[in-house]
């Protein structure tokens, strides 16, 4: 899993709570990557960050938020609004923002709604 | 729109056999392809892409990949099989002529490799 690290690993919800998942990388990375991975459906981008101080919503941004403050931390708050949250959340860094360029991903948060 | 696809849910292989993973693309221009593992609860692991150049591409843990342009495919393979192999497996593909610039994966084939 390299230099991305997650917290926490497992993560459980109430309804109607807000939750913040943490990614940070040391690898000096410029882009940042949310995804979402649901048994059978593979991965879905849920926000993407180019460089500090801005990010563009993904193909299922809807209920997600997320903060690009510095250039090792890309933190995730699942909102209220996510009506099915329940779902293993990876992030992932590059190098740059390239076609060809490699993606790092971390070891995963495991959220469950109670 | 650029799109992959891994028409295997699962592929169960003796130990010590070859393995075949299938992968297949479609994008407008040139593509860059990838693939990651995927341990149980466990993040994505990078094995290799392709570019450009050499259509077989070498990547971690001894296995191989093989772009055809012709047939539009990617598909992962390894000449004798390990149990440690055994995990999900993910094809990804970027296009270069696609304005959105992010890499779209696939939904993963299960490799089973038996003892």
């Known amino acids: 899993d390299g230099g991305i690290t997650q917290s926490p690993k497992y993560l459980f919800r109430k309804e109607g709570q807000n939750v913040t998942l943490s990614c940070e990388q040391n690898?000096?990375?410029?882009?940042m990557y949310w995804y979402r991975q649901d048994p059978g459906q593979g991965l879905r981008l849920i926000y993407y960050?180019?460089?500090?101080?801005?990010?563009q919503k993904g193909d299922i941004a809807e209920g997600y938020s997320v903060s690009r403050e510095k250039k090792e931390s890309f933190p995730l708050t699942v909102t209220s609004a996510q009506k099915n949250p329940t779902a293993f959340y990876l992030c992932?860094?590059?190098?740059?923002?390239?076609?060809?360029?490699?993606?790092?991903f971390g070891p995963g948060t495991r959220l469950t709604v109670l | 729109a650029q799109s992959v696809a891994q028409p295997e849910d699962q592929v169960n292989v003796a130990e010590g056999n070859p393995l075949t993973v299938k992968c297949t693309y479609s994008?407008?221009?040139?593509?860059?392809l990838f693939w990651y593992v995927q341990y149980p609860n466990r993040g994505l692991q990078f094995l290799l892409k392709?570019?450009?150049?050499?259509?077989l591409v070498k990547g971690s843990y001894g296995f191989e990949a093989e772009f055809n342009k012709s047939q539009t495919s990617f598909h992962l393979k390894k000449p004798s099989a390990l149990v440690s192999d055994s995990a999900l497996y993910f094809c990804?593909?970027?296009?270069?002529?696609?304005?959105?610039?992010?890499?779209?994966f696939g939904k993963g084939t299960r490799l089973h490799i038996l003892p």
């Open positions: 392709y570019i450009t150049g050499d259509n």
């Open positions: 992932a860094s590059s190098e740059g923002f390239a076609y060809t360029d490699t993606q790092y």
């Open positions: 960050s180019q460089i500090v101080n801005d990010f």
């Open positions: 690898l000096n990375h410029d882009a």
């Open positions: 994008v407008s221009g040139n593509p860059y």
């Open positions: 990804a593909v970027s296009d270069p002529m696609n304005r959105d610039d992010k890499i779209i």
